[in-house]
DNA sequence: GTATGTGAACTCTTTCACAGCC
DNA sequence: GGCTGTGAAAGAGTTCACATAC
C-alpha cells in the first residue's frame, strides 16, 4: 500500500518551496519555470523536479508549473490545508512572545491551550489563551487532544515535560529549550536552538579571520 | 595551506557534542567513549570517531575520550573559546525575548547592541542595552563593529534590514524573520523558523494518521 | 581486553543529460 | 523551441570492520 519512502530532506524543502510559490503568486506571478523558482530559493532546477517528481507530475513539459494548482498540490501534500492544534507549555519571555506572534495562525497553526508552572500566571489570558497549571497538562490534554506540542519551558525542566507531553498522547513537539536531544521512540521532535546555530556560525567567522590575518603564500 | 574541506553536517554536529559533553561533565564523568557520548546523543559512535578525526586524535585506544579535553578541543576548533558582540535589530516581543534570553551570554555571546524603528522604543534600555534608530545602523555598527547580527523584524522589513547589515560589514546573520532565504554571496545566513519546521512536522503527522485510519491489508 | 582512528564499502542525495511532450 | 520528468552517473555522507595502540 505504501509508496515509496520519502527522503526527509525532500520533506524539509517542501514547506520552502510553497512559501516562495506563495510570493510569486502574490507578485501576479501564474506560471513557473523550475529554473525561475530555483533561482528565487537558491536552488538548482534539477532538485526541484526531482522532488517534485516523488509525488506526481504537476508541470507541462515547455511551459512550466501552474503556481496556484503547485501551491495547493503542496499544501495537500504536506497537510496545509487544515487546521492543527498546537498546546504551549511555557508562557514566560518565550512563550508570550510565541503565543504573540502572529505567524502561526495564518498558516493554521492554532495555540489552543497554554501551560505553565508559574502560579502568578496561572488562570491569565495571554493572547486569548487562558494559561493553565502544567499539573493539569496530562489530565488536560487527554481531555482536549492536540496536535502539536510547544515546549518553551528553562532547559531544566524541558525533559520532564516532553515526557508528559508525550505521556498525553502528543507525538510531535517543537521544543525550544537547549537540551540534548533524546526522543523517546516514534515521537517527532525538532528543535529550535538559536545558540546551536550560533555555535557552529562561529567556526566559519572564525575560518574567515584566519584567511584575514594569514594570506595564502603561493 | 588550507587542510582538506570539512563537511558543514559535521561542524553543525560539534556543538551538540560539546553541550552533552558539558552535561557529562556536570555528571562527573571524566572518561567517555564514542559508544557512550553516541547512546546519549543518539548518533552512532562510528560517526563520532569520523567526525573528530578531521580535527586530530583526541582519544586514547582502550580507553575512550578524557571529557575535559574534548571539550576544550571543540570549543577551540569552534571558536567558543573567546566573545562574540552580536547585535539585535528588532525589539518587539521576539526581539525582547532575544534580550531577555539567558542562554546567550554563559556561551559567549553578548548582545551588545539594539535597533528598532519604533520611536517609543528607541532611547529606552532593555536589559541594559540601549535601543538605537535602525537609520543609523549602517553608521552605527562602522564605528562598532559586531560579529554576528540577529535579525528579529517582521518578514516585509527583513530582506532590508539584512541587506543593510551586510553593508555594514556584518557577514554573519542569525535570521528569525519567515522570508525566502536568499543569502548574497559571501554572506553566512542562518534561518530560525518555527513555522518551516510545523510545516514539515505536519507531513509525518498526517502520515500517522493515515496509517491509522487505514490497517494494513497484508 | 577494550576502544580509537581510518580506509573501504555502502547508502543516500544531488546533478546530469536527454527522451518525451507541450 | 522550451521545459518537464526521470533513469543513470556522480558526489556526499555514513557505517563497517579491523589494524593499531593503550
Known sequence: ???????????????????ALAL???????????????????VTP?????????????????????VQQLIDRLRSILGLDREWRLALVGVGRLGQAILGYGGFSPQGFK?????DSD?????????????ES?????????????????????????LHVIDVLVASGVHSILNYA??????????????IDPVLELQSMTYYLKQRENETDTPAID
Chains 1, 2 share one sequence.
Open 1 to 19: 500500500m505504501n509508496g515509496p519512502e520519502i527522503p526527509g530532506v525532500v520533506i524539509h524543502r517542501l514547506p520552502m518551496y510553497a512559501r
Open 24 to 42: 510569486l503568486q502574490a507578485e501576479g506571478r501564474d506560471v513557473i519555470s523550475s529554473l525561475e523558482l530555483g533561482q528565487e530559493l537558491g
Open 46 to 66: 534539477a532538485q526541484i523536479r526531482k522532488d517534485l517528481s516523488y509525488f506526481g507530475r504537476f508541470g507541462k513539459q515547455g511551459r512550466g508549473y501552474n
Open 111 to 115: 495555540v489552543i491551550r497554554a501551560f
Open 119 to 131: 502560579p502568578d500566571q496561572i488562570g491569565q489570558i495571554l493572547d486569548g489563551v487562558r494559561v
Open 134 to 158: 502544567v499539573a493539569n497538562l496530562e489530565q488536560s490534554l487527554r481531555e482536549t487532544p492536540v496536535d502539536i506540542g510547544i515546549v518553551a519551558v528553562p532547559a531544566a525542566s524541558a
Open 178 to 191: 537547549p537540551i540534548v536531544n533524546r526522543a523517546p521512540p516514534g515521537v517527532h521532535l525538532r528543535q
